[in-house]
């Protein structure tokens, strides 16, 4: 199995990525979200990658944290769930709100999700409920629950003030992890320039 992926970025698709590594040009299925995060042609890039097998082909899907890969497990072992709903609902949601409507069996908000209607929804909420457990929401890697919450808040006001979600995205690329709200926002009004 190949577990992560480090190589120079050699293309950028709509929903994938192709990552050079010795020479070799390897297509990893990723969320929007994480491909707007992935950079640029030529640069450095380390995505962690799970393999499926199919009859016809090998396909690898990649995240770029363990959060997005763990998620994407869980949702995968949901029967009539596939990758392809997986990588949608990583898109539309960050890995700790989508566990959020999980737990609550917000089955509205997993509706949310291209592809996926209220029976699907309901199967996500109700066959994933009891995976998670007592987590309100899967933290990033180190980052407190209150350093999270600014985070969200953060980019509900990047949002509000007009930005798109990738634009909020990019902002926070970087920032500081403990951050709270407020420096949170000045860090990425100053990287939009505003």
Do not use: C, W
Request: aromatic share 6%.
């Amino acid at each position: 199995m190949i577990s992560f992926l480090r190589g120079t970025i050699a293309a950028l698709f709509v929903d994938s990525v192709v990552i050079e590594v010795g020479g070799i040009g390897y297509r990893v299925s990723m969320s929007g979200k994480s491909l707007s995060r992935l950079g640029h042609v030529g640069e450095e890039v380390k995505v962690l990658t799970r393999l499926q097998v199919r009859d016809d082909a090998l396909v690898l899907y990649g995240f770029l944290n363990h959060d997005e890969e763990k998620l994407f497990a869980k949702l995968t072992s949901v029967s009539s769930v596939g990758p392809k709903v997986a990588l949608s609902a990583l898109s539309t949601y960050e890995p700790e709100a989508l566990v959020s409507a999980i737990v609550s069996q917000d089955v509205g908000a997993i509706q949310q999700i291209p592809g996926v209607g209220k029976k699907m929804a309901s199967r996500i909420a109700l066959e994933l409920k009891e995976s998670f457990g007592s987590e309100a929401q899967i933290a990033l890697p180190g980052i407190s629950t209150q350093a999270a919450n600014a985070r969200k808040g953060t980019v509900e006001a990047l949002l509000s003030m007009g930005f798109t979600s990738e634009e909020t995205d990019l902002a926070l690329k970087g920032a500081p992890e403990e951050a709270n709200e407020t420096i949170l926002l000045q860090y990425a009004l100053k990287r939009l320039g505003k």
